[in-house]
């Protein structure tokens, strides 16, 4: 296997007020390859989007802060690069397609001017020829008549072809890593549908690495290759995407995928995780997920799991992974641990 062109190293980001201070990536780990798709999934709050904020370096400082871990692109490691440096990388070998496309589209300037603003900076193209560009890439996403609509503002277009649009700006300087964060939150199912097949061949054209932030299993399924599952701000499970479907190991990836209607298996009622995520404010005395578990024991209440290395590449942060080992587990740093 070629080598990964983004690694994530034991990323810890904390949020440090006079008042509290809030744990919300705890220890976030993998490998990315080129041409593969690593789908991030969790719950709300559980650190999905602050983890790619972070790689980007996109969140404010203060009062955000990244206190350990490795943020490896093609070798170097973002976090140790000036201003400078990053805004080479963001936006032109790194992109991402933000949540919510219509805060994130400039609503006074006209799409065509956005593409072409990162065009021109960071490919040293003409005006003319970034707009030229800008209309190719609207009509690479399905933009009807894209020489008339590159001339529109956020506001006349529709969910859908905001969300091409966005996909449109994040190709522009054709990345090695995109980060699509919710690509499909808030559309329909056909549009949703159409959005992931575009992300699917753009991927194969470009050969770019994707990282999928969702919550949504249905577009895990189709999409990722492998799958890295968070709650409480830490990695409780990785997996082969065949894998984890086929063979959950942890009880709220289990929990996540009984939520989920299937075609297979008809059910009366769909099976819910009950109780809330942890304050990751707080400190926590044994397993994170204890209090909403069903198989928890004993052990669960008062000792916080390592993450256990099982075969196959896979992860488990469970106690109930521990016969499983390949060998020897892995714990976070004592000190970047919740306790």
Avoid at 83 to 96: F, H, T
Avoid at 268 to 276: K, P
Wanted: neutral net charge; charged residues 25%.
């Amino acid at each position: 296997m070629s080598e990964p062109v983004l690694s994530v190293r034991g990323l810890r980001t904390h949020f440090i007020t006079r008042e509290r201070t809030v744990k919300a990536v705890d220890g976030v780990a993998y490998d990315l390859h080129p041409g593969k798709t690593l789908a991030v999934v969790g719950e709300s709050g559980s650190g999905k989007s602050v983890h790619a904020l972070s790689i980007l370096r996109l969140l404010p400082e203060p009062p955000a802060k990244v206190v350990g871990g490795e943020i490896l692109f093609q070798g170097r490691d973002l976090l140790k690069m000036g201003r400078e440096e990053m805004r080479e990388i963001r936006g032109n070998r790194i992109a991402m397609i933000f949540q919510e496309p219509m805060t994130s589209l400039n609503p006074v300037l006209r799409i065509g001017e956005q593409i072409a603003e990162a065009v021109v900076l960071h490919q040293g193209l003409s005006r003319a020829k970034a707009w030229t560009k800008a209309v190719d890439l609207l009509k690479k996403v399905g933009i009807p008549h894209p020489e008339e609509r590159v001339h529109d503002y956020p506001h006349q277009f529709s969910g859908g072809m905001r969300q091409r649009a966005m996909i449109a700006i994040a190709l522009s300087c054709e990345p090695d890593v995109l980060i699509a964060d919710e690509p499909t939150t808030a559309l329909d199912v056909t549009i949703q549908a159409q959005i992931l097949e575009l992300m699917k061949d753009l991927q194969r054209e470009y050969h770019m690495a994707i990282v999928l932030i969702t919550h949504n299993i249905g577009v895990v399924a189709e999409m990722a290759d492998d799958v890295v599952v968070m709650y409480a701000g830490r990695p409780v499970e990785s997996a082969p995407i065949g894998a984890l479907f086929k063979s959950p190991k942890h009880p709220y990836t289990k929990g996540l995928l009984n939520s989920v209607p299937s075609i297979y298996e008809r059910k009366e009622r769909l099976e819910a995780i009950s109780g809330q995520p942890p304050d990751l404010s707080g400190g926590f005395v044994g397993c994170p997920f204890e209090p909403r578990c069903g198989c928890a024991r004993p052990r669960c209440k008062t000792d916080d799991p390592p993450q256990f290395h099982l075969a196959g590449g896979r992860m488990s942060n469970c106690w109930e992974s521990e016969g499983e080992t390949t060998g020897s587990s892995h714990r976070h740093e004592q000190a970047g641990r919740s306790k």
